[in-house]
């Protein structure tokens, strides 16, 4: 099986780069010229995508547009985007986005609004293999394992630890900044309001020198750090420092996954959105005047020359050149041809794993449910792990080595015949899903939130971090972004100081 799921990001090309401060400019000042000072709603507002950042975007603007704004969502593939699923054996399994963050409290709030559960654990011992051995790994003993990171390590991992949950902890200030209602017209913005020059810095250096400077020694970059970055991006550890401490967060054991699936979260968001779902793929915006003078942007779906008009639209899937999307009377600044995402491909297979390339000939010996590799060139695979159902039972037992299970491998390419069968020892299938999930990191800014007065790019962060976490406070930023600019409240966006500013209100 080959899917192709519409959710990924990408930078913004050099040559594009005056045209967006010029847009930005033109946005800013424009806004407030088209505010609906009279209080009067929008009539109707578009969201186009479906995964996590759209179906949370039309659940937080029908939160502040209110019950009488008619709000279309456009998908042309499955709900969920990321988030999605693969049946093996009348078993559904994971094949997009597995875990959620803790700290992610928009995703937290709308599992418990939605009446959803959270999934059991299944505990299971890592590894790290380098091509040729397996290098480290877990045991059953907490202490054993710190005294061995230590040994090889020094206190490099206790750097590394300090350093992300000095990031997080400023970086969860966006949600009391939401709390408050404010907004940000573009990621740099957003991330300078929360570690100052600091972040911003972060998003355009490596990170492989950020922890270099930091003390961290090139031998647990290697061996611990880059392995984490191939799991997560499929990249290595030149990728910008920002989106490296959003992957190695992830890395943290207080993570958690939603009973059922993760992409019934974006099914309820819409449901309790009272969005109107449209299956189909929108291939045009064109700005247009209502009848009364308003600026509107008409919509074109495949096989149609024309769609409705809308008062606001929030695309929520990626705008880049040859994706299809095409804009008609402007031209916005897009991201680059598809072909310059950092494509990775999620294969779940069902099999015996082939222990003997690990270094264990007998299975029954093989004490592993994952093993990530090092950026070795041989490797053809980033990772491969057990992996268990959606809905796990009380009784459920992760399989042994030496027992078929069901095993999810990301690699760079889809695996051929010859490399599935080097991985395993035999298997029963192998189902495929190609994603373009996130962009090629590198130094270039995230393009803009605001496209156009009332058209809203959502995806762009990933351009700073890609994740759950990030696609949930950007449609946040998005939402509160059109109501503020819809009521011409231009103190609630790109705010500085806000800290000091809160600090005070309370």
Known sequence: MRRLPGSAGGDVCGGFQPLLAALLALSSASASASAHVDGTPPSKIAVVGAGIGGSAAAHFLRQHFGADVQLDVYEKGEVGGRLATVTVNRDRYESGGAVVHSLNLHMRDFVKQLGLKYRRGVAGKTAVFDGAEVILGETDWYLLDLFRLWWRYGISFIRLQMWVEEIMEKFVRIYKYQAHGYAFSSAEDLLDSLGGSGFLNMTRRPLSDSLLELGVSQRFIDEVVAPVIRLDYGQNVSIPAFVGAVSLASAHSNLWAVEGGNKLVCEGLLKMANANLVPARVTSVRPLRSAGGALQYQLSVAGEAAGPAYDAVVLAAPLRAGSGVSFRGFAPPVEPAEDDDRGTVATVVHGYLNTSLFGFPDPRLFPYAGVLTTDAPALFFNSVAAIYPVNVSLGFRRKRAHEAAVYKVFSPEVLTREQ????????????????????????????????RPHLYYLNGVERAGGAVEMSAVAAKNVALLAYHRWNGRTLQVDRKDLMHKIKTEL
């Open 420 to 451: 599935l069968k080097t991985l395993f020892r035999s298997y029963y299938s192998a189902q495929a899903t190609e994603q373009r999930a996130y962009p090629r990191y590198g130094d270039a800014a995230p393009p803009p939130v605001e496209l």
